[in-house]
Nanobody, 121 residues
C-alpha cells in the first residue's frame, strides 16, 4: 500500500505564490511518474503538471510559465511551485503518483486526498 501526504494549500491573493508538496511512502519499488491535478467547483479534474522519471515534465497550457513541478527522488516527494496565481487557479489540487510495488510490480496509480488552493481577487 502507498500513502500520499499533501501539504501547502491555503488562501492567497491574486499575484501571490504557494508551494504544494506531496510525499509518497509505503511499499514502493519505483516511482514512474508524479504529478498534480486540480478540480475546480463544478468542473472536471484536469492535469496541472507531471514529472516523468528521466526528467521530462508536462504542463497544462494555463499554467505554463507560472507553475514549476519538481521532485526530490530521495524523499519520494513532488513539489508544485505556483507563482502569479490567478482566481481561476482556485481548486482542490490532487497529487497523483504512478508506482510499481511488490509483490506484483504492476504499475498502479494512487491519488492524494487533495489540498485546497483559494486565490482571492
Amino acid at each position: 500500500q502507498v500513502q500520499l501526504v499533501e501539504s501547502g494549500g491555503g488562501l492567497v491573493q491574486a499575484g501571490g505564490s504557494l508551494r504544494l508538496s506531496c510525499a509518497a511512502s509505503g511499499s514502493i519499488f519505483s516511482i514512474n511518474a508524479m504529478g498534480w491535478y486540480r478540480q475546480a467547483p463544478g468542473k472536471q479534474r484536469e492535469l496541472v503538471a507531471t514529472s516523468i522519471s528521466g526528467g521530462s515534465t508536462n504542463y497544462a497550457d494555463s499554467v505554463k510559465g507560472r507553475f514549476t513541478i519538481s521532485r526530490d527522488n530521495g524523499k519520494n516527494t513532488v513539489y508544485l511551485q505556483m507563482n502569479s496565481l490567478k482566481p481561476e487557479d482556485t481548486a482542490v489540487y490532487y497529487c497523483n503518483v504512478q508506482v510499481t510495488t511488490p509483490p506484483t510490480y504492476y504499475e498502479l496509480t494512487y491519488w492524494g486526498k487533495g489540498t485546497l488552493v483559494t486565490v482571492s481577487s
